[in-house]
């Protein structure tokens, strides 16, 4: 008879068990975009804004405040960035992107470009490096949910379909300063390379990441233009 009862208390259990644990799986895998949505929707309804220094004794320290979670979710005041990486780094401002790029990585390998991604955001080795001259510098990175297994900058790019035609992009590079202008953003099939290995006339940066998020079916691609150039050295003008 006990047994009997403890059988009907396991098979009554386990399906409730089995539904909690996936419930539970599912928030962990989702848990940074569902936080990046929300960040990204105060920080939009609080007109929040990023404000770019080159060096943090310049910024004013009374109208801004230092990058941080608490800054982000609390306050209205600007934020200030200070680039992670003037060697080689990216800093998008309307979504908040601040990361080091690994130089020169392979799109096909899979195995290399995700322990790249630990330590940043990928430049494609078969593209240019950021120039005033006419070159495509291609920039990717997950949009993940493994995040994980991926690390640190596995969601970098969480955010990147908030982006707008006009909004600046800010590529570092031995020591100088391209400022990008987004002009294009778009979705292609995850087999599509024309936006890696299409001919260019002009200066241009393409950011790109998987969409839906986690998947490989699509990709979504942001072209931007250069804008600006700002030397690292006068005699590099």
Request: proline fraction near 6%.
């Given at each position: 008879m006990k047994l009997r009862v403890v059988k009907k208390r396991f098979f009554t259990w386990l399906p409730m068990s089995l539904i909690l644990l996936g419930i539970f799986l599912l928030m962990i895998s989702f848990g940074p975009l569902i936080r990046d949505e929300v960040w990204f929707y105060f920080k939009e309804m609080k007109e929040q804004e990023f404000v770019?220094?080159?060096?943090?004794?310049?910024?004013?320290?009374?109208?801004?405040?230092?990058?941080?979670?608490f800054a982000r979710y609390l306050s209205s005041k600007p934020i200030r960035i200070e680039p992670v990486s003037k060697d080689f780094g990216l800093v998008i401002e309307r979504i908040g992107v601040n990361v080091p790029v690994v130089k020169d990585v392979s799109v096909t390998d899979e195995v290399a470009y995700s322990e790249a991604l630990k330590y940043g955001v990928a430049h494609s080795l078969t593209s240019g490096y950021p120039s005033r001259k006419p070159?495509?510098?291609?920039?990717?990175?997950?949009?993940?949910?493994n995040f994980w297994k991926l690390g640190e900058y596995a969601t970098v790019f969480n955010l990147l379909r908030k982006l707008d035609p006009g909004d600046k992009v800010h590529v570092f590079y031995e020591g100088d300063a391209y400022v990008y202008s987004v002009i294009n953003i778009e979705k292609v099939k995850g087999w599509d390379t024309y936006p890696l290995?299409?001919?260019?006339?002009?200066?241009?940066?393409?950011?790109?990441?998987?969409?839906?998020?986690?998947?490989?079916?699509?990709?979504?691609?942001?072209?931007?233009?250069?804008?600006?150039?700002?030397?690292g050295n006068p005699d590099d003008e």
């Open positions: 770019l220094v080159a060096n943090e004794d310049l910024a004013n320290k009374g109208d801004t405040v230092r990058d941080s979670i070159g495509n510098v291609y920039i990717f990175a997950h949009a993940s949910l290995t299409r001919p260019v006339i002009e200066p241009l940066l393409t950011l790109q990441t998987c969409d839906p998020p986690g998947t490989t079916l699509n990709r979504l691609v942001v072209t931007a233009k250069l804008a600006d150039f700002i030397a």
